[in-house]
């Protein structure tokens, strides 16, 4: 079990490699759908997109990454 997460590990840092997490996820597509309660463009919520200008590099990557998965739940 061990070394799947040791390899998962791996995986997951070699994707975030070269990834700028400090640019905004907005594509200025700003509506708040009412069923999810996330914005349809960027995928984040309220709360999220309010702390954005103020959340350390290390928010800003769980951030992305509650994004991506979200974009690709199905």
Same mark, same amino acid.
């Given at each position: 079990?061990?070394?799947? @997460?040791?390899?998962? $590990?791996?995986?997951?840092?070699?994707?975030? $490699?070269?990834?700028?997490? /400090?640019? /905004?996820?907005?594509?200025?597509?700003?509506?708040?759908?009412?069923?999810?309660?996330?914005?349809?463009?960027?995928?984040?919520?309220?709360?999220?997109? $309010?702390?954005?200008?103020?959340?350390?590099?290390? @928010?800003?990557?769980?951030?992305? @990454?509650?994004?991506?998965?979200?974009?690709?739940?199905?």
């Amino acid at each position: 079990m061990k070394n799947l @997460q040791t390899k998962s $590990a791996i995986v997951s840092a070699a994707a975030d $490699a070269g990834v700028d997490y /400090s640019a /905004s996820p907005c594509i200025n597509v700003c509506v708040m759908n009412p069923h999810t309660a996330l914005c349809d463009g960027c995928q984040r919520s309220l709360d999220e997109i $309010a702390a954005w200008g103020g959340a350390s590099e290390a @928010q800003k990557r769980a951030i992305w @990454q509650l994004i991506r998965q979200r974009r690709a739940a199905p």
